[in-house]
């Protein structure tokens, strides 16, 4: 299996726009963070896991010629707003919760129903708490909370994702026990309403315990790549734009 990361920052991106803190300002690539996206790559499956707002520039920049599959987190802007521009990749399997469907069918509602060329393609599977098989590769649904919205990450062979998981329970967290590889959102050090803080990511990661763990979705207020990835306990990294890790 393979990652590579796409994007690594928050709904905002970093640099933030009008901002000259020393994380903007850096010459360092690794503190330029897109949205948050990655693709998983199983034997010859590529999946797409979210589909934002910089989808366009991360396909380009990592060479993206085909996509067997969706899988959205949730509804927000950050983690769909870029689905129009699956049109290239033909008909697409686009997997997500009863939320998130919903609003795919409002956003999008011109690429249902409607033959007009030029349009995505999109299959749309509505999925719950259940296992599911996409494209023969088993998925296993993590039921959590971005704040009140329920969100799903998910488990793939020994792989985790979670992102925008501010809380997730005790049993489904077991769902993630046994990881080679574990990726989690951590916004910055200060609490946030919605976002599990550097903290309270490590508190997740220390009930997983899996053998490797890559944090995204940072913002700016995360800090420098080079001195926070320093800061870190051993398996445990910061994700950058374009990062690709075999496991």
């Known amino acids: 299996m393979k990652i590579t990361f796409l994007g690594t920052g928050t709904s905002s991106g970093v640099p933030y726009i009008g901002c000259s803190c020393e994380v903007c300002k850096s010459s360092d ?4 963070r897109l949205r948050c996206s990655s693709l998983l790559e199983v034997g010859d499956v590529k999946i797409l896991i979210d589909c934002g707002p910089d989808f366009r520039q ?5 060479d993206l010629t085909h996509i ?8 927000h802007v950050d983690h769909m707003m870029g689905i129009d521009d699956l049109r290239p990749f033909g008909n697409v399997d686009v997997y997500a919760n009863e939320l998130t469907v919903k609003a795919l069918q409002r956003v999008y509602s011109y690429c249902f129903n409607n033959d007009y060329p030029g349009i995505p393609s999109l299959s749309l599977h509505e999925i719950d708490e259940r296992p599911f098989v996409a494209k023969g590769v088993e998925i296993i649904p993590v039921s ?6 329920p969100i799903f990450g998910y488990r793939i062979g020994n792989f985790g994702y979670l992102t925008d998981v501010k809380f997730v329970s005790d049993e489904e967290l077991e769902k993630l026990k046994g990881l080679d590889l574990f990726v989690i959102d951590a916004l910055r050090h200060k609490k946030h309403l919605s976002h599990p803080s550097i903290e309270e990511a490590l508190a997740i990661v220390e009930k997983v315990k899996p053998k ?3 944090f ?5 207020d995360f800090g420098l790549h080079a001195v926070q990835e320093r800061l870190l306990p051993p398996n445990v ?9 075999s496991f």
Not at 144 to 149: F, I, V
Not at 237 to 245: E, I
Request: glycine residues 2%.
């Open 216 to 220: 995204v979705h940072m913002s700016h």
């Open 58 to 62: 991360q396909a380009l920049a990592n």
């Open 212 to 214: 490797k763990t890559y």
């Open 68 to 75: 067997d599959a969706v899988l959205l987190t949730h509804e």
């Open 29 to 32: 690539a690794r503190d330029k």
């Open 237 to 245: 990294y910061v994700a950058y734009d374009g990062l690709s890790v």
């Open 144 to 149: 959590a909370l971005h704040y009140c919205l």
